[in-house]
């Protein structure tokens, strides 16, 4: 059951959301001083991260590229800088936290992101809202939704670390890649 404001998101709703979320969970590890729950808070925003990213380029890129003059090279721009934070992602799995190059890396890939959320909120959000369909931006927002929905679920910061999931998290299929794997296979 929905209720009435939620009827009335829109894409753009639903992406911001994603963002304060995603700023909060930055706050959350930069923090936080224990190495493994650290190690938690980074596996618990890659997830995120993920689920964010596969939602754009489901619902938010193909629209930028019909409704926006120049929407092609904007969101050839913007995929292109997810896979940059995406290869961090990639390389944050296989790091413990008290690894130096986790810090590093972790920094750039929070840099990445809050340009990347800057880009979108002052200067990509505000014009598609003008030249989009109000009532497909609505509907994209379900659809978005639905990515949230279906996303695996995503490690808990306080659960603790059991074989099988470490496992997991090896560079072969690491958690990256079983979270895109388990979303295109959904939606
Ligand atoms: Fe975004």
């Known amino acids: 059951m929905t209720t009435p404001q939620e009827r009335s998101e829109d894409l753009v709703d639903v992406l911001i959301h994603d963002h304060r979320g995603i700023e909060e969970m930055f706050g959350d590890v930069a923090t936080e001083p224990g190495a493994e729950q650290r190690r938690r808070l980074a596996n ?3 997830a995120e991260l993920v689920r964010h990213t596969v939602a754009e380029e489901q619902y938010l890129y193909p629209t930028v590229r019909r409704v926006l003059p120049e929407g ?3 969101a050839d721009h913007e995929i292109h800088d997810h896979s940059e934070a ?3 992602m990639k390389r944050l799995e296989g790091l413990d936290a008290t690894d130096p190059d986790f810090e590093f890396v972790l920094t750039r890939l929070m840099t990445e992101m809050r340009q990347h959320m800057l880009e979108e909120e002052v200067d990509l959000f505000p014009r598609l809202r003008v030249a989009a369909d109000p009532d497909e931006l609505r509907e994209l927002a379900r659809k978005a939704q639905q990515v949230k929905k279906f996303a ?3 490690p808990h910061p306080g659960a603790p670390d059991r074989p099988p999931a470490n496992k997991l998290l090896t560079p072969a299929l ?5 979270i895109r794997d388990a979303l295109s296979r959904r939606t």
């Open 44 to 46: 618990a925003i890659v």
């Open 72 to 74: 092609d090279r904007i």
């Open 86 to 88: 995406e290869a961090d």
């Open 152 to 154: 695996p679920t995503r």
């Open 174 to 178: 690491g958690l990256v890649d079983r």
